[in-house]
């Protein structure tokens, strides 16, 4: 049973997004992220807070904002994808939208969002454009590019805070499949852009909708992880066999190409290093 620890403010009529959050033990982070939700200019939503039942402060931090969360639900779950599953059935508005703690709405995000889809009633998604943090850099990603993710799932700017998607296209997939541990979204993305060829928008590239934080549960899982996943998402959704074999060489060949020239550059240094010495 869901322990709903708080169901408040519900809504009179369908809010227009949903925005859920998905979090646990992260009470450094969680607090900035509802700031950034409830100080957007555009009200017409509703917030939804899923806590994996966190050990550290993370469920105080939260309940300061308890007056301006919907809803709030404090459980142990199985995994991410079970818990974003969870925030979707609690959800009631037309358009979804998960940040994760640590991430960032600017303040007139949701307000572009819902233009894009009011200047077109057939879109089903949008892209906006983020600034993504990695470990040693950070990019300003905007747009999305369709070809790209026959070959490449990095096709797009974020699967979380920058991306919305209709709740009855949330509900047509039946959420997201919790077999996949760590790439679920490319499941969806891969659903909605061949096998019911929907059509979606982008925000312009000056149009900052959020700021995403490096890290993040995906981050924990290695290489060989998230590419045996990959490769499983495409052979589920019965991609071509041999255009499959081709992208996962073609993966494994970058992979140990890349660390082949990291580690000739770090050895030369220390060669370098040893000979000064």
Not at 144 to 170: E, Q, R, V
Not at 212 to 221: D, E, L, P, Q, R
Not at 235 to 240: A, G, L, S, V, Y
Request: hydrophobic fraction near 40%.
């Amino acid at each position: 049973m869901n322990k709903l620890l708080n169901k408040n403010k519900i809504l009179k009529t369908k809010p227009f997004f949903s925005i859920i959050t998905v979090v646990k033990n992260d009470e450094n982070n969680i607090k900035k992220t509802i700031k950034s939700v409830i100080q957007q200019s555009f009200k017409n939503y509703e917030y939804i807070i899923i806590d994996g039942k966190s050990s550290d402060q993370t469920l105080a931090q939260i309940k300061k904002y308890k007056k301006k969360i919907n809803i709030l639900i404090s459980q142990r779950d199985k995994g991410i994808y079970y818990a974003m599953n969870k925030g979707l059935n609690f959800s009631n508005g037309e358009v979804i939208v998960f940040i994760n703690s640590g991430d960032l709405f600017t303040k007139n995000a949701l307000k572009i969002v819902y233009n894009k889809f009011r200047e077109n009633k057939k879109i089903d998604f949008v892209f906006g454009t983020v600034l993504r943090h990695y470990t040693k850099a950070s990019i300003l990603k905007s747009g999305f590019n369709i070809n790209k993710l026959i070959y490449n799932f990095d096709f797009a700017t974020a699967h979380s805070t920058g991306f919305f998607l209709k709740k009855k296209i949330y509900t047509l997939l039946k959420g997201f499949n919790t077999k996949y541990m760590c790439s679920a979204d490319y499941n969806i993305y891969y659903k909605i852009c061949f096998k019911h060829n929907l059509k979606g928008a982008s925000t312009l590239k000056n149009q900052l909708i959020g700021i995403v934080a490096s890290g993040g549960f995906s981050s924990k899982v290695s290489f060989f992880g998230h590419l045996k996943e990959e490769v499983q998402i495409r052979f589920d959704n019965k991609q071509n066999i041999f255009f499959i074999i081709i992208i996962f060489l073609n993966t494994l060949i970058k992979y140990f190409y890349i660390n082949l020239i990291r580690w000739t550059y770090k050895n030369k240094n220390n060669y370098e290093l040893h000979i000064k010495n």
